[in-house]
C-alpha cells in the first residue's frame, strides 16, 4: 500500500488506504464526541438494523452546528429517514431502477460515452473526470430526472461546494462558520431553487421522468410537499452521479496502478465486472456513512449509549482482514466479495444497478478505444480532499 499511497499522493485523512489501523472495530474519539466503527462484522450489523442504529443523525448534532432551518431541510431525503416512512419513499422511485429499466439504458450510456470521447479526442487530450467520469453519469441521470444536462457545469459546481471538503467530522468544534460553509450552503440554496423551478413546471406540464413522478405522487394519500420533492431531486442528482463519477475514475486509476490486472481483463473482457466491484472494496467512494443509537448497543466489545453519533467507515471495513485475506493486494478475482461500497439493508444505495452499468459499459469502451490506459507522470492525479469520499478528482491520461 505504501507505493499506491505515495506514488498518487494519497491524502492523509484517507487512513485507510496507508496501512492497517489498531485491531480495535469500533473506538471513541472524545476531542470530536463520535465513534468510529472500522470492522466489517460491525458495520454489517449497523446498516442491518435500523432500529438500533437510525439514520436520524441530524437529531444529536448540536443546534449551534446545524444550519439555518429555514435554509435546509432534510426532508424527503431518504438517507436520513428511518421506516416506516423509508419504504414509502422509496417505493415511489425505485420503479425507475428496475432491472429491465436500468438495462434499457445501455445503448444511450454507449452513444453518450462515445461522443464524450470522441471530444476529448478532438482536443487531443484526455482528462478522465472532466470528459467522460463526471459528464456521463450526469447526463444520464438528468435526462432521467428530467432537467437539461447541458447544465451540468452547474450541478459540478454545487457538488464540489458540498462535497469537496476537507472539514474533519466533529460535534465539538466550535461553530465557525468558514467560507467554505457560507459556499456550501450558497448552493443548497442555489440548487433548491433551481429544482424548485422545474418542479413547478412540472405540474403544469407534466412529462414522462422522474421529476413528474415526484411531484404527481401520493403518499398517504396525500401529495408530497414541495420541499420535499425538491430535496428528493437534489439526492436523485447528486447521488445519481457522484458515486458513478468516483466509481470510474478509481476503477481506471487500478488499472495505472496494477497493469497486470489491466492486460488481464483486456484479454478477458467478462472480468469486467469483477474488476469494477474489486475498485468498489479497494477504493470505496463514500468511505463513511454516519448513524446514530437509539438504545445502547454492545458492539466490537464496546458499550455505546444511547443517543450517540457513529461514523461507519465502508472503506477501512472493506479492509477488514477477518473478511479479507491479504486486504491490500487488488485482486479482481476475489470471489466471494462481500464489499459494502453500496451499504446493505434497507438504505442499499438505490441506484447500485446504474452505477454498475455505466461503469461496465464506459470501463469497455475504454478498453476497446485505448491501447493502455495509463495516468500522466508530468500531470499528477489529484484526489478528493473530503475524509469520508474516496474518488480523485482529475485523472489525466497520456
Not at 78 to 97: M, N, W, Y
Not at 379 to 396: E, H, K, S, Y
Request: glycine share 6%; with cysteine; proline share 8%.
Amino acid at each position: 500500500m505504501t507505493d499506491i499511497v505515495e506514488r498518487y499522493d494519497i491524502p492523509v485523512q484517507h487512513f485507510w488506504l496507508h496501512g492497517p489501523r489498531s485491531d480495535r472495530p469500533v473506538e471513541y474519539d472524545a476531542a470530536a464526541g463520535i465513534w468510529g466503527v472500522h470492522g466489517y462484522p460491525e458495520a454489517h450489523e449497523i446498516l442491518g438494523d435500523p432500529e438500533t442504529f437510525s439514520s436520524d443523525t441530524f437529531r444529536v448534532i448540536p443546534k449551534p452546528l446545524m444550519p439555518d432551518a429555514e435554509e435546509f431541510s432534510l426532508a424527503g431525503f431518504i438517507t436520513q429517514i428511518d421506516p416506516p416512512e423509508h419504504g414509502k419513499l422509496r417505493k415511489l422511485v425505485s420503479s425507475a431502477f428496475t432491472r429491465k429499466v436500468v438495462a434499457d439504458l445501455e445503448p444511450r450510456i454507449a452513444a453518450v460515452t462515445h461522443e464524450l470521447l470522441d471530444a476529448a479526442r478532438d482536443r487531443g487530450r484526455l482528462e478522465l473526470v472532466a470528459d467522460l467520469a463526471y459528464p456521463l453519469p450526469v447526463i444520464v441521470i438528468a435526462e432521467l430526472l428530467g432537467v437539461p444536462g447541458g447544465d451540468r457545469a452547474l450541478f459540478k459546481q454545487w457538488a464540489d461546494a458540498l462535497f469537496q471538503r476537507d472539514a474533519k467530522i466533529s460535534l465539538t468544534e466550535p461553530a465557525e462558520q468558514r467560507e467554505e460553509d457560507i459556499d456550501a450552503m450558497k448552493s443548497w440554496r442555489d440548487m433548491s431553487a433551481y429544482l424548485a423551478d422545474h418542479a413547478a413546471e412540472r405540474r403544469r406540464n407534466p412529462r414522462a421522468d422522474l421529476l413528474t413522478r415526484l411531484v404527481e405522487a401520493e403518499l398517504d394519500g396525500e401529495r408530497l410537499p414541495a420541499g420535499q420533492v425538491v430535496n428528493f431531486a437534489i439526492l436523485l442528482l447528486l447521488a445519481g452521479h457522484v458515486t458513478t463519477t468516483m466509481l470510474l475514475g478509481n476503477t481506471v486509476l487500478c488499472l495505472d496502478a496494477f497493469p497486470e490486472q489491466q492486460d488481464r481483463v483486456r484479454a478477458h473482457r467478462a472480468a469486467v465486472p469483477a474488476l469494477i466491484e474489486e475498485s468498489l472494496r479497494y477504493l470505496t467512494p463514500f468511505a463513511a456513512i454516519s448513524r446514530t443509537t437509539t438504545r445502547a448497543a454492545e458492539l466490537g466489545g464496546e458499550t455505546i449509549p444511547a443517543d450517540q453519533l457513529l461514523m461507519v467507515w465502508l472503506g477501512a471495513a472493506n479492509r477488514d482482514p477477518r473478511q479479507f485475506p491479504e486486504p491490500a493486494l487488488f485482486d479482481p478475482g476475489r470471489d466471494p466479495n462481500p464489499h459494502l461500497a453500496f451499504g446493505r439493508g434497507i438504505h442499499f444505495c438505490l441506484g447500485a444497478p446504474l452505477a454498475r452499468l455505466e461503469g461496465r459499459i464506459a470501463l469497455n469502451i475504454l478498453l476497446d478505444r485505448f491501447d493502455r490506459l495509463r495516468t500522466d507522470p508530468d500531470d499528477p492525479v489529484a484526489f478528493i480532499p473530503t475524509p469520508t469520499m474516496t474518488g480523485v478528482r482529475r485523472l489525466p491520461l497520456r
